[in-house]
Nanobody, 124 residues
Framework: QVQLVESGGGTVQAGGSLKLSCALSGSTFSSYAAGWFRQAPGKEREFVAAISWSGSSIYYTDSVKGRFTISRDNAKNTAYLQMNSLKPEDTAVYYC?????????????????WGQGTQVTVSS
């Protein structure tokens, strides 16, 4: 059974950095695309970034372009989200997700597996 576990969340001041990790178990990670989504209090879950199974296709939502970097290490069954220049509006629970079609997509409905989420809080 496929499981995803996020780690690396925490509280930082505006302008700071965090690196989130998403470890997949129960299957071969290289078969999956990986996505990061976030949900702030009172808001709907939104797409943040996605990477295809090979890493050749990468997508970001406009608000994080130039600040966040998605990557993956298939040998470690892990995806990452490096977040720099964090802003208070980045505060949310961040979720990683896996899509077994491997393409990478902005649509949350395409992802079959989800982690439990990790809290990121950016103070001003």
């Amino acid at each position: 059974q496929v499981q995803l576990v996020e780690s690396g969340g925490g509280t930082v001041q505006a302008g700071g950095s965090l690196k989130l990790s998403c470890a997949l178990s129960g299957s071969t990670f290289s078969s999956y695309a990986a996505g990061w989504f976030r949900q702030a209090p009172g808001k709907e879950r939104e797409f943040v970034a996605a990477i295809s199974w090979s890493g050749s296709s990468i997508y970001y939502t406009d608000s994080v372009k130039g600040r966040f970097t998605i990557s993956r290490d298939n040998a470690k069954n892990t995806a990452y989200l490096q977040m720099n220049s964090l802003k208070p509006e980045d505060t949310a629970v961040y979720y990683c997700a896996a899509d077994n079609l491997g393409r990478g997509t902005r649509s949350s409905g395409a992802y079959e597996y989800w982690g439990q989420g990790t809290q990121v809080t950016v103070s001003s």
